[in-house]
């Protein structure tokens, strides 16, 4: 057999094996696996001794080019698929927006216009549904033969996002009639606004106060809550971006009864705390997001969840907004900062550093969380989340080893500010594959905006 390229003498991890053996590539597929594989006629030969070989990571929460709290995040589908690629990740999963008044198709349209022609990596979608009339049902199972298959509800952000526990209800009922799945943001957004409300009629209105006013028993109510909905509807829900033990116990308590009910933490959440509101100045703006930042004990529950399996997905929830102008413009109210942060780029170093280097897991529990259970829980498996015969080539050369300091001076992304700053990671890829072409290599970008394809996803399987 020939090859256009060979990665030789690698250590190939999945989420299920460890092995070493070369990787064979015939076009955007991986063609064989196996020792010393023959190099003849290869136009490319990648010696990958002293790395991991993993399957590229799939990051499934973005939100690039978003507008949101009157300014736009600031990555697009470019610079932001781009810092994807740096930090390891092939693929990614952006929320399109339906606002009101709008067809599910209108919300699909809009973001695959934005994506087209920028992407450098593949891509697909979730829907954000913000106005849900009986009438409108019917085009969730469109969007989910469009391979657009999961959907994301807000119980947060009253007037904007916020929908009630009925619609909530009947879309979970109506996802799970087709194959598809209900994403949550579980805040319980009612009484959020009245201890908001409170906070600034007492003059609270430095940045610290966006978490205070956001408290834990906010967040696992509402995921409580998800959780007993889907159950009554008899479908399976997603928790997005948990950040604290006390959400993550109603997850496990779900879990321990068998339902099918998933969660992702975030690495902001393993890595900083409200130790970080603290910033002197506006400082603490950079930390504005939601959910906030929580009290430092609860980084190592999380890190236990993702160990134990309470949780399975780490994802970045990246929504970058520049300090200077876009989190300035809530200089004298928190109510006024955009929320979200950026953290695109570094998720696959920050969750290997602190999981496997740091002894809680192992490094299939890292491909696991980074790639494989995103593609299994959100129909990409088998093409992405493996390597296997068949697979897309979207691998990593990932060398765990290698040190860098977390840096924006360094970073890809378009944003003036790191939420990791200075933070010292273990673990970095080396070199990355976007179905089966070079993009990353030797710290440069050499892929080609507009080489990532739209993914009509299949339908949730489970895991
Ligand atoms: O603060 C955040 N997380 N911004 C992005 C929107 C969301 O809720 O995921
Ligand atoms: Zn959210
Ligand atoms: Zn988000």
Not at 27 to 47: C, E, F, T, W
Not at 245 to 267: I, Q, Y
């Amino acid at each position: 057999m020939r090859f256009d390229t060979v990665i030789q003498n690698g250590t190939i991890v999945t989420a299920a094996d460890t092995c070493a053996a070369d990787v064979g590539i015939v076009g955007d597929k991986v063609a064989a696996i196996g020792s010393r594989l023959p190099v003849d006629g290869a136009s490319k030969l990648i010696d990958a001794a002293g790395h991991y070989v993993i399957p590229g990571g799939i990051d499934v929460h973005t939100h690039l080019d978003m507008p949101f709290g009157g300014t736009t995040s600031a990555d697009d589908f470019e610079s932001g698929t781009i810092a994807a690629a740096f930090g390891g990740t092939t693929t990614l999963i952006d929320f399109a927006i339906q606002y009101k008044g709008q067809t599910l198709r209108t919300a699909f349209d809009s973001w695959m216009s934005k994506a087209s022609g920028k992407a450098v990596i593949d891509y697909a979608f979730h829907c954000i549904i913000t106005d849900l009339p009986d009438a409108r049902l019917e085009e969730m199972s469109a969007l989910v033969r469009e391979g657009v298959s999961t959907f994301k509800l807000f119980m947060a952000y009253p007037g904007v996002f916020m929908l009630d526990d009925a619609t909530i209800f009947k879309a979970m009922s109506q996802a799970a009639k087709f194959g598809g799945m209900i994403c949550m943001h579980s805040e319980n957004g009612g009484a959020i606004d009245v201890i908001v409300q409170r906070a600034l009629a007492e003059g609270k209105k430095a940045p610290k106060y966006h978490a205070l006013t956001r408290p834990t028993t906010a967040e696992a109510e509402a995921t409580s809550r998800a959780i007993a909905l889907a159950e009554m509807a008899g479908a399976p829900v997603y928790i997005v971006h948990l950040s604290c033990n006390d959400a993550l116990e109603k997850v496990r308590e779900a879990r321990d009864r068998g339902l099918p009910v998933f969660a992702e933490t975030c690495p902001q959440y393993l890595y900083l705390s409200l130790e970080n509101m603290d910033a002197p100045g506006f400082e603490a703006a950079k930390y504005v997001f939601t959910p906030p930042l929580r009290e430092k004990w609860h980084q190592e529950k999380l890190w236990q969840g993702l160990a134990q399996d309470a949780l399975q997905v780490v994802s970045t929830d990246h929504c970058p907004f520049c300090f200077k102008e876009q989190k300035e413009m809530g200089k004298d109210d928190f109510t006024k900062i955009p929320n979200g942060g950026p953290g695109i780029e570094h998720r696959l170093s920050l969750v290997y550093s602190g999981g496997v280097h740091a002894g809680r897991f192992s490094p299939n529990r890292f491909v696991q969380l980074v790639s494989t259970a995103p593609a299994k829980l959100f129909g990409l498996y088998p093409r992405k989340g493996t390597i296997a015969v068949g697979s897309d080539a979207d691998l990593v050369v990932f060398n765990p080893k290698r040190e860098e300091i977390i840096s924006a001076s360094t970073h890809h992304m378009k944003v003036d500010y790191s939420m990791f700053e200075g933070i010292k990671v273990t673990g970095v890829p080396d070199l990355v594959l976007s179905r089966g072409n070079v993009v990353i290599e030797n710290n440069k970008f050499v892929g080609r905006p507009g080489a990532g394809s739209f993914l009509r996803r299949g339908l949730f399987t489970g895991l």
